[in-house]
């Protein structure tokens, strides 16, 4: 028995310095990626995109904003087509300029949600200068039961403009949610170079966030990416290309905002072209070659949470 001793320890170790993919099962040394379309639900020219990009299998994974006016027409999708991987990209902003939405919860409960019109505030900082804690959880939580109360069940939970790594007691609401719930979150393992990454980013990756972030037990990304704004298709093509070569062995996501072209989008939003090149970019045949001569391995957070259900005693 005394020889068995150090083994524990040691092979906690070798766990511990394996890659998430590698963890859940995929090749050392392969790259896999989630390729993630955000905002789904807030306009119908979103949904259009998302909805034929998932059914031709452009990319496997997407979330959507339970607040926003076309949630309901997604989520009867989801419930009409339950084999894709469809989550929820919870929602505590609301920042375009005429297009706004507010709070699932009842207002009285998440009054600190609330700008002077009873919409979300348009960004995080005003968030996190009045929103409490127990508010998020709230607002949250009602999110998510409004999503199952339209027959959703939602494959993983992530966050529209960073909201819930604003402030550390924001993060364990959400975390905590995630575990009460065993839906997976978009998380990723801080090492010392992800740390790094997104300090420089500006995200406030304090020593309480770190401890949050270790005690979570659900599977966790190795990075975290988003698709760049450029001034041609091509351009953008190209940074797309480039981002991809250089992601180093682990489990990945890069996130993305496609939408059909259409009047009501350009009136919504001046990233709209943007949002039209990034419907284009995945069914475009030069970037799914490029993912398939690469080998990199197109996943998803049902197959993420089946594997990690697989892997764990």
């Known amino acids: ?28 040394g392969k790259r896999v990626v989630i390729f993630h379309a955000d905002d789904v639900g807030m306009c119908y020219e979103a949904n259009q995109a998302v909805q034929r990009a998932l059914t031709n299998g452009y990319y496997r994974s997407a979330a959507c904003m339970v607040p926003c006016p076309w949630f ?17 990209h919870l929602t505590l ?13 009842p207002h009285e409960k998440v009054k600190g949600l609330l700008d002077p019109l009873g919409y979300f505030y348009r960004d995080v900082p005003s968030v996190a200068l009045s929103a409490k804690p127990d508010e998020i959880a709230t607002e949250i939580r009602a999110q998510l039961a409004r999503a199952r109360k339209l027959g959703v069940k939602p494959s993983h939970i992530d966050t529209h403009m960073g909201t819930v790594y604003a402030r550390p007691d924001y993060t364990a609401a959400y975390l905590q949610m995630a575990m009460a719930e065993q839906i997976p979150a978009m998380v990723i393992d801080m090492t010392p170079r992800t740390i790094q ?14 401890k949050l972030l270790a005690a979570y037990t659900l599977p966790k990304l190795d990075d975290f990416h988003s698709v760049e704004a450029a001034k041609t298709y091509e351009e953008k093509r190209q940074k797309v290309f480039e981002q991809l070569r250089l992601f180093t062995p682990g489990l990945h996501e890069i996130i993305f905002h496609p939408s059909v072209e259409s009047e009501g989008l350009k009136r919504i939003t001046n990233s709209w072209q943007q949002r039209v090149w990034e419907d284009r970019l995945f069914a475009d045949p030069a970037v799914q070659e490029y993912i398939a001569k690469n080998e990199i391995i197109v996943s998803s957070w049902k197959e993420v949470m089946a594997r990690f259900k697989k892997s764990t005693p």
Not at 74 to 87: E, K
Request: some cysteine; aromatic content about 12%; overall charge neutral.
């Open 93 to 105: 902003t609301s920042e375009w300029r005429t297009y706004r939405w507010g709070p699932v919860a």
């Open 1 to 28: 028995m005394l020889a068995l001793l150090p083994v524990t320890p040691c092979a906690a170790a070798d766990a511990e310095s394996k890659t998430w993919a590698e963890r859940l099962g995929w090749p050392a």
């Open 72 to 88: 309901n027409d997604m989520a009867a999708w989801c419930v009409a087509h339950p084999q894709y991987d469809v989550g929820l």
């Open 197 to 210: 990454k997104f300090r420089k980013q500006g995200y406030p990756i304090t020593e309480s966030a770190l």
